[in-house]
């Protein structure tokens, strides 16, 4: 079964690779391309958004694996570091006693007396060479650990844009689905089949009752009947306000209080 499905694809590619170029081939690519074009255009916008919040969260997974790389360069970069400076401290030691020991020898003198053992000119040159190859283990140590804190600076930057970019399209996605959902309702609203031309009908004709109230209440203003009842108004409330004066100046009437008692 599987030799069968390798020689249809062979044949497959054989006939595409026969058609290239020609007339026939250039017509059959731009059918493809259209029924490629018209299968995502077939694809609704909503399905598209959760597509990609999908594909977003799968790059958040392989970004995982990318922080375990990085975690592990940076740990390599600390321990070298730490290595290359006991080395450094080791060296420091060395050369002071190289220095201390050399002085000793210097002139006509033999021997010295180091660690209870003879320390001869013999041991100061084996001495001097042990110390030029560890110096120039730690200069070499020491360039590749700058190599390394260079890369691992690299690729901590790197992270830190992609977790940028991330929830930038993060914020993105929202804005489309925020704009979708609004495009959406609008064009609900749009074809929505309820007739609301009767509530139109009846705030039309409400505007018209309102409309002829104001005529008749202007009719009356012209005719001089609101000052008439404007002044009625006032007389009651010149009235009110002297019969308050009484009740607060003489007191309520006897009678009054009597029978509110």
């Known amino acids: 079964m599987c030799k069968k499905v390798v020689?249809?694809?062979?044949?497959?590619?054989?006939?595409?690779?026969?058609?290239?170029g020609t007339k026939p081939g250039s017509y059959l690519r731009l059918w493809c391309n259209k029924a490629a074009q018209t299968a995502r255009d077939s694809i609704p916008p909503e399905q598209e958004i959760a597509r990609l919040r999908m594909e977003l969260k799968g790059l958040e997974r392989d970004d995982d694996r990318h922080y375990d790389k990085?975690?592990?360069?940076?740990?390599?970069?600390?321990?070298?570091?730490?290595?290359?400076?006991?080395?450094r401290t080791a060296l420091a030691k060395s050369e002071s006693r190289i220095r201390k020991l050399r002085d000793e020898l210097a002139g006509n003198v033999e021997f010295v007396l180091h660690?209870?053992?003879?320390?001869?000119?013999?041991?100061?040159?084996?001495?001097?060479?042990?110390?030029?190859?560890?110096?120039?283990?730690?200069?070499?140590?020491?360039?590749?650990?700058?190599?390394?804190?260079?890369?691992?600076?690299?690729?901590?930057?790197?992270l830190s844009e992609l977790r940028t970019v991330r929830t930038q399209m993060a914020t993105e996605l929202q804005r489309l689905e925020t704009g979708l959902a609004e495009e959406r309702h609008a064009l609900a609203a749009s074809e929505s089949t309820i007739d609301d031309s009767g509530y139109r009908q009846l705030r039309k004709d409400m505007e018209s009752v309102r409309e002829r109230i104001d005529v008749l209440k202007k009719k009356r203003?012209?005719?001089?009947?609101?000052?008439?009842?404007?002044?009625?108004d006032q007389s009651r409330e010149r009235d009110n306000q002297a019969d308050k004066f009484l009740d607060a100046r003489f007191g309520k009437p006897t009678k009054e209080v009597v029978g509110k008692e």
């Open 115 to 158: 660690d209870g053992s003879r320390y001869t000119k013999d041991d100061l040159r084996i001495d001097a060479l042990t110390f030029q190859t560890a110096e120039e283990s730690i200069k070499s140590k020491e360039q590749n650990l700058q190599a390394k804190k260079k890369h691992l600076a690299l690729e901590q930057k790197k």
């Open 7 to 20: 020689i249809a694809a062979l044949a497959v590619l054989a006939g595409v690779a026969v058609v290239r």
């Open 70 to 87: 990085v975690a592990r360069m940076a740990v390599q970069v600390e321990k070298l570091e730490r290595d290359v400076t006991g080395m």
């Open 221 to 232: 203003e012209l005719r001089g009947e609101v000052r008439i009842s404007t002044q009625d």
